[in-house]
C-alpha cells in the first residue's frame, strides 16, 4: 500500500472531506431559503455487490448534511414499473436527487431507465441529455467519475490553461467528458484508446495522464513523462497468487510513484472523490431546481 | 489558385459531384416507397452575404433530386413570430427539411430557433440535441461543416483506425463535433485551441491535420509532417494591398502543399463538400422520419 504521507500521494479521502465540508457550508446556506429533499437511492432487487457503494454514498451524504433515502425495488420490476416509480419520484417535490445504482437485473434497460431521470434530478450526471450538453460546456451536472478525475487534477495546483493532458480510455461516461470539461477550462486534450497506434508516445509527453481503460497495471513508470501527475479511475478485482482478492488500479502505483510528480492511489483516490461529487450535484440540482421555480421559498 | 490536376490537392467540387450522383440515386429509391418532401431555406430579412449560399444549396438540391424552396422572411419578424412558422414547418409532412441561413437580424436568438427545428428534420445539425448525440456516436444528423471534414479525410483513401489526428479549433459546431466522429472511427484526436502551448510539437506529427480557426495562413510548411493530409475549414475575407479581396483559408495552401500528402483548397475544399452533406443529411432525415412514421408509404 502506497505512504499516504508521501506528498506525490493525492489522499482522495482529504479530497472527499474538504469538499463535503465545503458543500455541507453551502448546503446550509441555502436550506436557509429554499427545503432541501433527500436523495433516493434506488435498487432493483438484492445485490451484494452494491452495497458497499450505497454505504458510502449515505455517509458521505449524512457528512453533507443531505437525507438519503435507500429504496430497493424487487428484482421482477418491470421496466414500466420502474419507469413509473421515477417520473412520481420526479414529480416529487421533497425528492432532491435520483440515484440509480447498478447492476440492475438483466431484463431491464439500464440507459432507458437513466434517461427517465429528469436532468434537474439526475445527480449522478448520467442522463444522456446532461452528458451531451457537455460538448456546449455546460457541466453543471456531470457524470461524477468524470467530474471526480478533473477534481484531482484541480487538486495538483497545476494551471489548466494550456496544460497537456493525455486521457487513456473514450467510453460515453469518463474519457469523452473528462476531454470536454478539461478542455473548457483551456487544457489540450488528447483522447487514447485501444486503436491508438502508439498509447506511450503520447502519454510519455503528457503533463497529466488520465487512465480508466479496467485493465490491472496496465500503466508503468516507462509511459510517464517525469514530474507528471497520474489519475487512476481504474477498479480491477484481481485474485493473487496466493487465492487473495485485491484492488488494483489501471496504473502500476507503486512504481510510478518513482516517477511521477502527483498520484491517485487505487482505492483511496478518484473513489471517494466520485462519491463527493455525487453531493456536489445534489447542490448544483438544489440551485438549477430553485432557479426553475420547483422549490417553494421559505417563509421568513 | 492551385492546380487543380496536382493530385495533392482534393479537389471539393469533384467530391461533391460523387456524393451528390450517390445521394440522388438513393433518393430516387426511397422515393419509390414514400415522398419525398422539399427542403425548405429560411432568411430572415434581406442580406445579400447569404445568396450565395442560397444559390449554392438550390443548385446542389437540384443535382440530388430534392426539391428545394427558399422563403424570406420579413427582417422585423419577432422571435415568436418565426417559431411559430417553423413550428408549422415541423408539422408539415411534406417539408423534409428546415435550413436556417444566418446571419440573422440582431433581435432574433438564432441558438435558440435552431433548437426549435425538429430534430428529425434538422438537415443542418445545427440542433443542439443533434450535437449532444454524438457523445453516443450517433452522428445520423451532424453539423455539415465537420461532416465534411470528415469526408475529406475519407477521401485521402488513410485508414481511420488508429490515425493521428490533430483538430486546430474547438468550436462546438465544428472542432468538437469532427473530433468526436473520428475518435468514433478509431482515430487518436488531439484537439488544439488558443490556449495550446505549441500548436506546431502537435500538428506536426499528425498524419492529419485539421484546421477551423478563421485565420488567415495561420498555417505554414512548418506546421506539417511530410505526406500528411491537411483538411483547411477557414474561410476568410482579406483585402490585399492592391485593395483586392482575396478568400484564403487558415492554410497557406500554396506553401503547405509542397509538403503535404493531401491538401484541400479554399475555396473549392471543404465548401462544396459541406453543401453535399446538407443533402446527405436530408437523405438521412427521409429515413429517419419513414422510420418513425411519419411518411405514409405510397400505394403501389
Same mark, same amino acid.
Given at each position: 500500500?502506497?505512504? /499516504?504521507?508521501?506528498h506525490?500521494?493525492?489522499?482522495?479521502? $482529504?479530497?472527499?472531506?474538504?469538499?463535503?465540508?465545503?458543500?455541507?457550508?453551502?448546503?446550509?446556506?441555502?436550506?436557509?431559503?429554499?427545503?432541501?429533499?433527500?436523495?433516493?437511492?434506488? #435498487?432493483?432487487?438484492?445485490?451484494?455487490?452494491?452495497?458497499?457503494?450505497? /454505504? %458510502?454514498?449515505?455517509?458521505?451524504?449524512a457528512?453533507?448534511?443531505? =437525507?438519503?433515502?435507500?429504496?430497493?425495488?424487487p428484482?421482477? *420490476?418491470?421496466?414500466?414499473?420502474?419507469?413509473?416509480?421515477?417520473?412520481?419520484?420526479?414529480?416529487? !417535490?421533497?425528492?432532491?436527487?435520483?440515484?440509480?445504482?447498478?447492476?440492475?437485473?438483466?431484463h431491464?434497460?439500464?440507459?432507458?431507465?437513466?434517461?427517465?431521470?429528469? =436532468?434537474?434530478?439526475?445527480?449522478?450526471?448520467? %442522463? !444522456?441529455? #446532461?452528458i451531451g %450538453?457537455?460538448?456546449? %460546456?455546460?457541466?453543471?451536472? *456531470? !457524470?461524477?467519475?468524470?467530474?471526480?478525475?478533473?477534481?484531482? +487534477?484541480? *487538486?495538483?495546483?497545476?494551471?489548466?490553461?494550456?496544460?497537456?493532458?493525455?486521457?487513456?480510455?473514450? #467510453?460515453?461516461?469518463?474519457?469523452?467528458?473528462?476531454?470536454?470539461?478539461l &478542455?473548457?477550462?483551456?487544457?489540450?486534450?488528447?483522447?487514447?484508446?485501444?486503436?491508438? /497506434? #502508439?498509447?506511450? &508516445?503520447h502519454?510519455?509527453?503528457?503533463?497529466?495522464?488520465?487512465?480508466?481503460?479496467?485493465?490491472?497495471?496496465?500503466?508503468?513508470?516507462? &509511459?510517464?513523462?517525469?514530474? *507528471?501527475?497520474?489519475?487512476d479511475?481504474?477498479?480491477?478485482? +484481481?485474485?493473487? $497468487?496466493?487465492?487473495?482478492?485485491?484492488?488494483?488500479?489501471?496504473?502500476?502505483?507503486?512504481?510510478?510513484?518513482?516517477?511521477?510528480?502527483?498520484?491517485? !492511489?487505487? =482505492?483511496?483516490?478518484?473513489?471517494?472523490?466520485? +462519491?463527493?461529487?455525487l453531493?456536489?450535484?445534489?447542490?448544483?440540482?438544489?440551485?438549477?431546481?430553485?432557479?426553475?421555480?420547483?422549490?417553494?421559498?421559505?417563509?421568513?
Amino acid at each position: 500500500m502506497a505512504d /499516504r504521507r508521501d506528498h506525490r500521494i493525492i489522499d482522495g479521502k $482529504a479530497v472527499q472531506h474538504r469538499l463535503l465540508a465545503e458543500i455541507r457550508a453551502e448546503l446550509d446556506a441555502a436550506a436557509k431559503t429554499h427545503p432541501v429533499g433527500r436523495l433516493v437511492s434506488i #435498487s432493483i432487487g438484492p445485490s451484494p455487490e452494491i452495497e458497499v457503494y450505497v /454505504r %458510502n454514498q449515505a455517509r458521505a451524504a449524512a457528512e453533507a448534511g443531505l =437525507p438519503f433515502e435507500q429504496v430497493v425495488w424487487p428484482a421482477e *420490476a418491470t421496466q414500466e414499473d420502474c419507469k413509473r416509480k421515477i417520473a412520481a419520484l420526479n414529480d416529487d !417535490p421533497s425528492v432532491l436527487g435520483i440515484i440509480l445504482q447498478r447492476p440492475v437485473p438483466a431484463h431491464i434497460h439500464v440507459r432507458s431507465l437513466q434517461s427517465a431521470i429528469h =436532468p434537474l434530478k439526475d445527480v449522478e450526471g448520467m %442522463n !444522456p441529455a #446532461s452528458i451531451g %450538453n457537455i460538448v456546449y %460546456n455546460d457541466i453543471a451536472l *456531470a !457524470p461524477c467519475t468524470a467530474a471526480a478525475a478533473v477534481e484531482m +487534477v484541480r *487538486a495538483t495546483g497545476l494551471s489548466m490553461p494550456g496544460l497537456e493532458v493525455v486521457m487513456i480510455g473514450h #467510453s460515453e461516461i469518463v474519457g469523452k467528458p473528462v476531454a470536454f470539461m478539461l &478542455m473548457a477550462e483551456g487544457a489540450t486534450v488528447t483522447v487514447c484508446h485501444h486503436m491508438t /497506434r #502508439s498509447v506511450a &508516445m503520447h502519454s510519455r509527453r503528457a503533463d497529466v495522464v488520465i487512465v480508466a481503460v479496467g485493465k490491472a497495471h496496465l500503466i508503468g513508470p516507462e &509511459m510517464i513523462k517525469p514530474g *507528471a501527475a497520474v489519475i487512476d479511475i481504474g477498479i480491477n478485482q +484481481v485474485t493473487d $497468487a496466493a487465492g487473495k482478492v485485491r484492488i488494483l488500479g489501471d496504473v502500476d502505483t507503486e512504481a510510478v510513484r518513482e516517477v511521477a510528480g502527483w498520484i491517485t !492511489p487505487v =482505492p483511496g483516490g478518484v473513489g471517494p472523490v466520485t +462519491v463527493a461529487m455525487l453531493m456536489r450535484n445534489a447542490l448544483t440540482a438544489h440551485r438549477r431546481q430553485v432557479a426553475a421555480g420547483w422549490l417553494e421559498a421559505i417563509e421568513a
